[in-house]
């Protein structure tokens, strides 16, 4: 089990998790487990993106 400090938020846990999934079935070989890890790597990197491009707009108001 991985453990996380107190300023980890949910969606970097996520993406830490996806990461050490990731490795792990490349080390067997599974290929759509890797690619799968991946696109959740990617999908929760663009939500992070968006949350905190939305940070910045709200910033400047």
Known sequence: MTSYDH???PLEM???D???HQR???KHG???GVQ???QKIDDTLDEL???YALKQY???D
Do not use: G, S
């Open 7 to 9: 300023n980890t938020t």
């Open 14 to 16: 996520v993406v830490r």
């Open 18 to 20: 996806a990461r050490l």
């Open 24 to 26: 792990e079935m490349a």
């Open 30 to 32: 599974i290929e759509a």
């Open 36 to 38: 799968k890890a991946q």
């Open 49 to 51: 993106n968006v949350r």
């Open 58 to 60: 709200r910033a400047q």
